[in-house]
């Protein structure tokens, strides 16, 4: 009876200890909400900010953080494949000499972070996350094979150039502040020349390196008026747009000559 008694308490024990290890290490999560879900583009439109109010839910089994929080938000536009070309003087004309073509790359992309982002996790980390402008996936088609080439692709540093002048792509190391320790606010800047279409917004939640928790929301860019008017005329009625296109023009061109008529 000794003996099994003892074996029924080494099991109970050993019960004990596995399910010990099944329990979470700690209790965050993240609630995040925007401000709208909806932009209405229309002629007068110069560009606008939504902004990302969120907290950090603690629980009973949350352990201490000795380095703090860190929030991590990436904003990603409409896919959209987009070709990158690099011109060359050949026989003195400058043309093409070579193109890259990425495949489904977001139209609109913005890094916003509590800091810098090496200061905030590992390189490796932020490559498995895709935190940052020098991590996010661009693959680019290679044949009949997409991938995935280093930062320092002269093709990938000149397709994010670019989308950096055009005030579509952007990273602020500053972009989210805490409000209080758990409470954060974020301004996600939308340029007059951001697409339309769905925007998704990802947020991690970053400590001790790592990530421990993580969200989504979404936004949609939408064009009203007019706009709205013309630009399902076009997609939905080409041949008679671009018919009803060539006849303003043709007398556009008419009334010019008779306003600027010599006699």
């Known amino acids: 009876m000794a003996r099994v008694s003892r074996h029924a308490a080494l099991g109970t024990a050993t019960a004990l200890l596995l399910s010990s290890f099944s329990l979470p290490a700690f209790g965050e999560r993240l609630v995040a909400s925007l401000s709208r879900h909806q932009v209405m583009i229309t002629s007068s439109f110069t560009g606008t900010e939504i902004v990302l109010f969120g907290t950090v839910e603690r629980d009973a089994q949350t352990i201490t953080r000795g380095s703090g929080y860190d929030i991590v938000v990436t904003v990603f536009g409409p896919r959209q494949t987009l070709v990158t070309r690099r011109k060359g003087r050949i026989l003195g004309v400058w043309a093409n000499v070579d193109s890259r073509e990425f495949v489904d790359p977001p139209s609109y992309l913005a890094v916003l972070a509590t800091k810098r982002l090496d200061a905030i996790a590992s390189p490796d980390m932020l490559r498995r996350q895709q935190a940052g402008l ?91 008026g007019f706009e709205q008017f013309v630009a399902e005329a076009a997609r939905d009625y080409g041949f008679f747009y671009g018919l009803a296109t060539a006849m303003m023009a043709l007398l556009t061109g008419w009334l010019a000559s008779v306003v600027f008529r010599r006699d």
Request: proline share 9%; glycine share 6%; no cysteine.
């Open 134 to 224: 020098d991590y996010v996936s661009l693959p680019q088609r290679m044949g009949t094979t997409n991938i995935e080439l280093a930062p320092d692709d002269p093709f990938r540093m000149a397709f994010i150039r670019l989308k950096k002048e055009q005030g579509l792509y952007r990273e602020e190391p500053t972009g989210v502040t805490f409000l209080t320790p758990t409470l954060f606010r974020a301004g996600i800047p939308l340029p007059a020349t951001a697409p339309i279409g769905s925007y998704e917004v990802d947020v991690k939640l970053f400590a001790d390196a790592a990530v421990i928790a993580r969200t989504n929301s979404a936004f949609e860019i939408i064009k009203v």
